[in-house]
């Protein structure tokens, strides 16, 4: 490629994925893995290689990490290829969703053995680690780094070759146990299934998905800096292809003044007096509810690449670090804000709306504790929308970040993770609190 010469973000993103194709057909790998940015088409890659798997013959099975994204996955690989039998390995308790019971082409079972002979059988890491009998030529393993290496190694043994399809920028697999004992060993459950494969398997293929679907052009840059300095993506998309348009008229005080602002501008920051609070902040969990229901009676329109949409409750996110912050925030959306998503971090991963909400981890606290300062929570409540994103905080933050510098002790052969969370929290912040202090442009404000 010439110096200087850019591609179009879909050309060099199908340069991408045409490699990473043309690694799983050569067989000269036991394992590809693909490291993806937030919205990049991880599902898109996963069903893509599922069907031209399934189209040359070869019986696959596809492990995710939750119910919902089997669900999702079944979804898209069924609409993408309507003649394909799928079989839906599940727990016996479990009631297909909508989203699967809708296709005839789909069978649910407990054991792999009732699935009638399914071309790809689909369940999570936690169902197939239950499954003694049976191999596979070809596993898919979408959202990897979700993954810890101990839940790989209990379905290693099911498949000869494998796709590994994650983001590495996202959460850490995490334990209620406490794990020191295993820390600087090679085989640490509590690194991802990624980490773990590639520290004993470094001649592994690695790709990047280049482009984010998802992120409008002014949060790519942002989340790119904060939190892939070495790697990088850009937005798919240009600032006037993804718009939002306030069709009713504002009362003028401080939330209409964040609102206006995320809309011009793709972020704001709405922040409450410094004061240090109870991690259930009901006066942050009373101004995250409000910002969400302005945005839904301003009468919000989202505008992408030239096809608009109204912004309803289900378009909409609200993010936090605890679940007591979120049942906070919900019992005060009342009925008016039903719809709306109120979610931790790690629940709303994978997942993307048109306008989100955050509480930031750090908002009233007196310390920067390691679970507050992860970056993959951040990374993962800053990154679900496609249009703007209002983070909510108290004053303050910076300050706490330069008097908590990052203290975690550094043990032998345990690789160092870039970037930490004090880094990527003051990039992050930085950025938005700039955004504050320039005048609002309303000239997409209907």
């Known amino acids: 490629m010439a110096v200087g010469l850019t591609l179009p973000p879909a050309v060099e993103a199908e340069r991408v994925v045409t490699a990473v194709l043309d690694d799983l057909r050569s ?3 036991r394992g590809v893995v693909v490291d993806s940015p937030p919205g990049a088409g991880k599902s898109t890659l996963v069903v893509r290689a599922a069907v031209e798997l399934a189209a040359a013959g070869e019986s696959l099975i596809i492990i995710a990490q939750t119910n919902e994204q089997v669900d999702d996955l079944i979804d898209r690989l069924a609409q993408k290829a309507p003649e394909l039998a799928i079989g839906r390995l599940s727990a016996t308790d479990y009631v297909p969703s909508e989203r699967v019971s809708r296709h005839a082409t789909v069978t649910v079972a407990a054991k792999v053995a009732e699935l009638g002979g399914a071309a790809v059988i689909i369940g999570t890491a936690a169902k197939w680690a239950m499954v003694s009998d049976g191999s596979w030529p070809w596993a898919i393993v979408d959202e990897a780094y979700q993954m810890r290496s101990d839940a790989l190694l209990r379905v290693a043994g099911r498949f000869e070759r494998a796709l590994f399809v994650g983001d590495p920028g996202q959460l850490d697999p995490f334990s209620t146990v406490e794990t020191s004992r295993w820390t600087g060993l090679t085989w640490d459950p509590m690194q991802s299934a990624v980490a773990v494969l590639l520290r004993h398997n470094p001649d592994l293929p690695v790709h990047r998905l280049p482009v984010s679907w998802r992120l409008p052009a002014s949060a790519a840059p942002v989340i790119a800096q904060a939190f892939y300095p070495f790697t990088g993506f850009r937005a798919g998309t240009t600032a006037d292809e993804r718009l939002l348009h306030l069709s009713a008229p504002g009362s003028g005080d401080a939330v209409d003044a964040a609102v206006e602002l995320a809309a011009s501008s793709g972020w704001a920051l709405y922040e409450l007096p410094a004061r240090h609070t109870l991690r ?6 009373s101004a995250c509810a409000a910002l969400a229901l302005r945005v839904l009676e301003r009468g919000t329109v989202a505008v992408s690449s030239g096809e608009s949409a109204p912004v309803d409750a289900s378009r909409i996110a609200i993010g936090a670090a605890h679940r007591d912050q979120v049942a906070a925030i919900r019992a005060r959306l009342g009925a008016a804000g039903e ?8 629940r709303l991963q994978g997942r993307e709306y048109d ?4 509480l930031h981890p750090l ?11 992860e970056s993959g929570r951040l990374c993962v409540l800053t990154s679900r ?3 703007a994103c209002i983070v909510v905080a108290r004053e303050g933050i910076a300050e706490l970040l330069d008097a908590h510098p990052s203290t975690e002790p550094v043990h032998l052969n345990v690789p160092v993770k870039f970037p930490d969370g004090w880094e990527a929290n003051q990039s992050v912040l930085a950025h938005i609190a700039a955004i504050k202090s320039t005048p609002v442009r309303l000239s997409h404000t209907l």
């Open 280 to 285: 259930t902040d009901t006066e942050a969990a």
């Open 27 to 29: 067989g000269a790998h």
């Open 355 to 358: 306008v989100t909400v955050v």
């Open 363 to 373: 908002s009233g606290r007196r310390d920067a504790t390691a679970f507050h300062l």
């Open 385 to 387: 929308h496609r249009h």
């Open 339 to 346: 719809g709306i998503t109120v979610d931790t971090a790690n």
